[in-house]
């Protein structure tokens, strides 16, 4: 039996749907570039009669006036889908096997536990690798290919893509640690969308009252794809936090997995 392989196909159809969904949202934006740069002025007008709503999705003026402030805006509403999906695979990593009463059966082959959690994280991981590869590489060249008559920051524009990535890693680790707290979860969808959009808000918030503990524990601070537009370049503190963040949840998921009572049929 090959856990890697069992749980990586369980979630190819998955993978897809994802997929699609992340390329049409991002190609009709992608579409929709010149339009909005010719006409930036005019969503000025607009943006300045937003009030406080533009601060809450980091928008200025002079998101509308260049391809990579229109891609860091709308690119960073996408990373709540990215969120959605990791966030599902690591909340159903461990609760829905034990609700569905089949985790026993897996316990009983002669295969460690960490062994079985390892190979589930790869896979879930693989997965997740998978989807922000293609959507790199498609939109990335669907930008340069549309928006051609514009001066793009290539590297600027990779580091916004990429940070689907890291986003997604956050998500993935900080539901499965979560998980393990909860039982016989037969529908992770409501935990996923609570957890990404209550910590998007919640970035929102910080941003807008300008609270600034908050962005230490949200990745929607992190990787603020607005601000790598502006700037072109990762925050270096923010990212060595996530990252801790990542190793630590999965180190504390091991301990906690192999101390778990798992119930049997």
């Given at each position: 039996?090959?856990?890697?392989?069992?749980?990586?196909?369980?979630?190819?159809?998955?993978?897809?749907?994802?997929?699609?969904?992340?390329?049409?949202?991002?190609?009709?934006?992608?579409?929709?570039?010149?339009?909005?740069?010719?006409?930036?002025?005019?969503?000025?007008?607009?943006?300045?009669?937003?009030?406080?709503?533009?601060?809450?999705?980091?928008?200025?003026?002079?998101?509308?006036?260049?391809?990579?402030?229109?891609?860091?805006?709308?690119?960073?509403?996408?990373?709540?889908?990215?969120?959605?999906?990791?966030?599902?695979?690591?909340?159903?990593?461990?609760?829905?096997?034990?609700?569905?009463?089949?985790?026993?059966?897996?316990?009983?082959?002669?295969?460690?536990?960490?062994?079985?959690?390892?190979?589930?994280?790869?896979?879930?991981?693989?997965?997740?690798?998978?989807?922000?590869?293609?959507?790199?590489?498609v939109t990335y060249f669907s930008v340069i290919t549309i928006a051609s008559n514009y001066t793009i920051d290539k590297k600027a524009l990779l580091l916004i893509l990429a940070t689907a990535f890291f986003v997604q890693l956050?998500?993935?680790?900080?539901?499965?640690?979560?998980?393990?707290?909860?039982?016989?979860?037969?529908?992770?969808?409501?935990?996923?969308?609570?957890?990404?959009?209550?910590?998007?808000?919640?970035?929102?918030?910080?941003?807008?009252?300008?609270?600034?503990?908050?962005?230490?524990?949200?990745?929607?601070?992190?990787?603020?794809?607005?601000?790598?537009?502006?700037?072109?370049?990762?925050?270096?503190?923010?990212?060595?936090?996530?990252?801790?963040?990542?190793?630590?949840?999965?180190?504390?998921?091991?301990?906690?997995?192999?101390?778990?009572?798992?119930?049997?049929?």
């Amino acid at each position: 039996m090959n856990i890697f392989k069992l749980e990586f196909k369980k979630k190819i159809k998955s993978m897809l749907i994802w997929e699609a969904s992340i390329l049409a949202w991002a190609l009709i934006v992608v579409s929709f570039i010149p339009m909005i740069v010719d006409q930036g002025e005019n969503f000025v007008d607009i943006l300045d009669s937003m009030g406080a709503f533009g601060d809450v999705f980091n928008i200025n003026s002079a998101t509308f006036s260049t391809v990579l402030g229109i891609i860091g805006m709308y690119f960073g509403m996408l990373l709540i889908v990215f969120g959605i999906q990791a966030a599902n695979y690591g909340f159903s990593l461990v609760t829905v096997e034990e609700a569905e009463l089949t985790a026993d059966f897996l316990l009983t082959k002669p295969v460690k536990r960490s062994k079985i959690i390892t190979n589930k994280i790869l896979a879930s991981v693989a997965i997740m690798f998978i989807t922000c590869v293609i959507y790199v590489l498609v939109t990335y060249f669907s930008v340069i290919t549309i928006a051609s008559n514009y001066t793009i920051d290539k590297k600027a524009l990779l580091l916004i893509l990429a940070t689907a990535f890291f986003v997604q890693l956050f998500f993935f680790s900080l539901s499965i640690l979560i998980s393990l707290f909860l039982k016989k979860v037969k529908s992770v969808t409501p935990f996923s969308m609570g957890l990404v959009f209550g910590l998007f808000i919640l970035s929102a918030f910080a941003r807008t009252f300008e609270i600034e503990f908050i962005k230490y524990i949200n990745p929607f601070s992190y990787f603020e794809t607005a601000t790598i537009a502006q700037n072109g370049t990762l925050d270096t503190k923010f990212f060595i936090i996530n990252l801790c963040v990542v190793l630590v949840s999965i180190a504390i998921s091991y301990l906690l997995y192999r101390r778990r009572d798992i119930q049997s049929v």
